[in-house]
C-alpha cells in the first residue's frame, strides 16, 4: 500500500520501519525541528531521523490542519494514513485524503486511558496489563473503533520500560491490521465510553513524593511510572534526589516518621511509607547521571534517619 506516516518520537519508529519493510511509505510527516536549550542547536526527533536513514520524504508543517499542508499532501498517492504518537489533533480535512483508512496505534486497551500519557498512568494507577489499541482516527480523541489489540502484563516495569514494550508491539498491531481482509474485522469495534478513562498530560510536579499523603502503592506507581522522565523525587538534606527505581517491602516493623529513611543496606535503602515501605535501588543526584544505589554508595552516603520531604 502506499502509506502516509504520522509521528514524532521514539514509540513510533519501530513501527515506520515495519512498514517500510512491506509497503511503500510515500512521505514521513512529523513535528518541526526544535532548537536544543541546553546547546542552542537544532535537534532532529527520532522519527525524522529514522526518516533520513530510510531515505524517506519528509514534511514538518506547523499544522498538519491548514489548506496548504492539504493540499502538499495531497500531491502523494494514499491508500492509508497511520499515526502514531504525532502530536497533533488531526481535522476531517486530512482524514478523508486516504483512499481506505487513517488508523492509530494508541498505546492503551482502549477504551481505558485515552489521552496523551497512556503508559505512564496505567503504571500509575497499578494496572495488572495494559497493550496498545489498532484504531481508527476520529472527531473525538481516541474515540474510534477498534481493530485488535495487543496485550501484555505491567508487573514492575517502569514507563520507560513499558514503552520500548508497546513500541514493538504497536509494529507488530499496525503489521497484522494491514493484513485483515475480512470485513467484520476491517469495521472494528465500537468503544463503550461508558467504560472510558483519561490520561492526561505528565508534568513535573506530579512526581514530588508525599509521603504523608500516598500510599505505598501510590508511592511506588508514581516511582515507575515517571521514570526516567521527568522522574519521582524527594528533597534529601536541601538536594532534590531523583528516585528512578525501588520495590515495595510490606514490613511494617520500622520504627520511624513517614518519609523517613529507616534502613540502609550496600544496595538499596528504605523508606517508610503508609502500608508499607519502599526500597529503593536507584537514584540520580543532581548533575548526576542516573546510577544504583551501591554505586552511588561507592562514593558518596546516605544517611539513616534524614527525614525526606
Known sequence: MDIIFMGTPG???PALKKLNEKHNIVLVVTQPDRVNSRGNKVTYNPVKQTALDLGLEIF?????????????????????????????IIRKNVRDIPKINIVNIHASLLPKYRGAAPINWAIIDREVKTGVSI???????DTGDVYLTRETVVGSKTVGELFDELSIL??????????????????????DDKLSSHSPKIYKEMGHLKFDEYDVNRII?????????????VNYKDQTM?????????NLN???????????????????????NIVVNTIQMPNKKIMSVEDYLRG??????????
Do not use: H, R, W
Open 11 to 13: 514509540f513510533a519508529v
Open 60 to 88: 514538518q508543517p506547523e499544522s498538519i490542519n491548514t489548506d496548504e499542508s492539504v493540499e502538499y499532501l495531497k500531491q502523494f498517492p494514499c491508500d492509508m494514513i497511520v499515526v502514531v504518537a504525532y502530536g497533533q
Open 135 to 141: 484504531m481508527q482516527v476520529g472527531e473525538g480523541l
Open 170 to 191: 504497536g509494529a507488530e498491531g499496525i503489521d497484522a491490521y494491514m493484513e485483515l481482509d475480512n470485513e467484520s474485522q476491517l469495521n472494528g469495534v465500537k468503544q
Open 221 to 233: 506507581g508514581l516511582v515507575k511510572g515517571l521514570s526516567p522522565k521527568p522522574g519521582a523525587y
Open 242 to 250: 531523583k528516585i528512578i527505581n525501588g520495590e515495595i517491602d510490606s
Open 254 to 276: 520500622y520504627d520511624g516518621q513517614l518519609g523517613q529513611i529507616v534502613n540502609i543496606t550496600n544496595t538499596d535503602f528504605t523508606i517508610k511509607c503508609i502500608g508499607g
Open 300 to 309: 558518596n552516603s546516605i544517611e539513616i534517619d534524614v527525614l525526606l520531604a
